[in-house]
């Protein structure tokens, strides 16, 4: 089954609005959060990770949430741009499995100018 | 700056056949991984490894074998291509316990 929750599965988004995007996780092994980015043709990439030890990260306009009692995390675009129409990713990290990552099925973020 | 490729970006094949996908990275990363992408989906893990002829089975390695002669090198093997398999494949290596780098990808149509 699905270990990583994420919704929604398509978002449209005004430039300059903010986009958001959450992910929901059950196992507390679990020990590592990153969100990756794809365009269309290309592998993903790590965009910004949090550790569950931190309620929050901010890299320029990309900031993870992270709620670790109830097991969610979630990916705050602001200020949103006709570039950062991509796929995003939620992922996990389970310790005891070593480098073992669990995706979200994807969200397709479309920015209209 | 990492670099994970893949022999193909596209591959049609035949239903029955053995196909070979080949991903090479050039950062000395102990790890490795394949997944396939499909819509609704997200990523699935089919097989990774740690070292030189070590692996470890994914979430859906059935129908999936993987070859690690050298470090640098990490092949997918479909013993008998089926359109099931029809998909995008992902290679993704990683040094640490952390960053997971992706190759383009390989989208392989089994007719």
């Known amino acids: 089954q699905q270990q990583v929750k994420q919704s929604p599965q398509s978002l449209i988004v005004q430039k300059g609005g903010i986009s958001i995007i959450n992910c929901a996780y059950e196992?507390?092994?679990?020990?590592?959060f990153p969100w990756y980015q794809q365009f269309p043709g290309k592998g993903p990439a790590l965009l910004i990770a949090i550790r569950p030890d931190v309620s929050e990260k901010k890299e320029g306009r990309f900031t993870i949430s992270f709620n670790k009692s109830a097991k969610q995390f979630s990916l705050h675009i602001m200020d949103s741009q006709p570039g950062d129409s991509a796929t995003y990713f939620c992922a996990a990290r389970k310790t005891n499995t070593g480098n073992q990552f669990y995706f979200g099925t994807g969200t397709s973020l479309t920015v209209i100018p | 700056d990492v670099k994970v490729t893949q022999s193909s970006r596209y591959l049609v094949k035949r239903t029955g056949e053995k196909v070979f996908l080949e991903c090479v990275q050039d950062m000395d990363h102990e790890n490795m991984f394949w997944y396939r992408q499909d819509p609704g989906l997200g990523l699935r893990l089919i097989y990774f490894?740690?070292?030189?002829?070590?692996?470890e089975k994914g979430d859906i390695p059935e129908g999936y074998s993987v070859s690690r002669e050298k470090k640098e090198r990490f092949s997918l093997i479909l013993e008998s291509a089926s359109t099931n398999q029809t998909s995008m494949y992902l290679c993704?290596?990683?040094?640490?316990?952390?960053?997971?780098?992706f190759g383009p990808g390989t989208r392989l149509t089994v007719t």
């Open positions: 993704a290596s990683s040094l640490l316990e952390y960053e997971q780098y």
């Open positions: 196992n507390t092994a679990f020990d590592y």
């Open positions: 490894s740690y070292d030189v002829k070590m692996k």
